[in-house]
């Protein structure tokens, strides 16, 4: 009877074992996950801002065009 009791111990211990190994693990996901979602939180960000800046410049690049050819049709 010893032998099993000794036995299921140690089949105990190595299973707690692997459930902290992989806590541990899922952990480190966790946080590679959060700082994905942080990462793409400033991507998206930086990329509105980016096309906030370019489409703000075409719209003058246009109005400047569109002036200067309404001024020519003025001659």
Known sequence: MTEQ???????????????????????????????LRVDIAVLKTKSAIAGAFWGALVSLIVSIIAAIIVKQMGK
């Open 5 to 35: 009791k000794d036995g299921w111990n140690e089949w105990a211990k190595r299973v707690l074992g692997d459930i902290e190994r992989l806590e541990v693990s899922i952990d480190k996901i966790l946080i590679e996950i959060t700082n």
